[in-house]
């Protein structure tokens, strides 16, 4: 079968680093996203990696494994507005999308 | 990037009835667009498929007759659920992909959340 895991829950400080790991095991291979989610709100796009490595996006990193299955989002220089669910969806070999259930990020002051 | 519009965002309806749902692509071509279903505390559950000019593959369990897609055209597609029932009450998001980039991204619309009393 297709799985996605991620941490349920996260806590963190404002300012600082937190890594939101997540690993898959899907029917092929087309891409790795992370969205991020407010409660109530439609997931917003944070990433893509499609390739083995790193991709930094301002605060946000995102880095892929395939011969692992696995991924990571990192978010740097924490803010309160970071308090969200962190979701880590793969597209397989039918380009459907396998969404994880989600890492609920919370920033403490 | 690309904007996907999403109508409406919120609606409350009798059991019963039939509620209709419209994704809009702004400023691109949708060959392609998906439905979603997200129940609170739960990940997004794909529904169906839509593919501009043919009929939309659903995801098993979900009841075609209950939940009618139409993608008419290239920047529209449209989710009705019929004879809605509370157990029905849910957020409903579409997402579409760009045929032209095909980056392999998806953007999604704003979601409607739907209330059946």
């Known amino acids: 079968g297709q799985n996605i895991d991620q941490p349920t829950e996260m806590t963190a400080t404002e300012g600082a680093i937190v890594q939101i790991n997540c690993t898959y095991q899907t029917s092929g291979f087309n891409g790795l996203f992370w969205y991020q989610q407010h409660a109530g709100e439609a997931p917003t796009f944070l990433s893509y990696n499609v390739l083995d490595g790193l991709e930094e996006k301002g605060r946000f990193s995102s880095f892929l494994s395939r011969s692992k299955g696995y991924s990571y989002l990192l978010l740097k220089e924490l803010q309160m507005k970071d308090s969200a669910s962190y979701l880590c969806a793969v597209m397989d070999s039918n380009y459907q999308l396998i969404w994880g259930a989600g890492t609920k990020l919370i920033i403490k002051p | 990037g690309a904007v996907v519009s999403q109508h409406p965002s919120r609606v409350i309806c009798k059991s019963g009835t039939s509620v209709k749902i419209e994704c809009r692509s702004l400023?691109?071509?949708?060959?392609?667009m998906f439905w979603y279903r997200q129940f609170p505390k739960q990940s997004l559950m794909l529904m169906a498929t839509?593919?501009?000019?043919?009929?939309?593959?659903?995801e098993q369990g979900v009841e075609k007759d209950k939940f009618l897609i139409n993608h008419a055209s290239l920047t529209l597609s449209t989710l009705t659920v019929t004879s809605a029932h509370p157990e029905d009450s849910s957020f409903y998001i579409c997402?579409?992909?760009?045929?032209?980039?095909?980056?392999?991204?998806?953007?999604f619309g704003e979601g409607s959340r739907l209330t059946v009393l």
């Open positions: 997402s579409a992909r760009d045929g032209r980039r095909d980056t392999g991204e998806l953007f």
């Open positions: 839509s593919n501009e000019g043919s009929k939309a593959t659903y």
């Open positions: 400023d691109f071509q949708a060959t392609t």
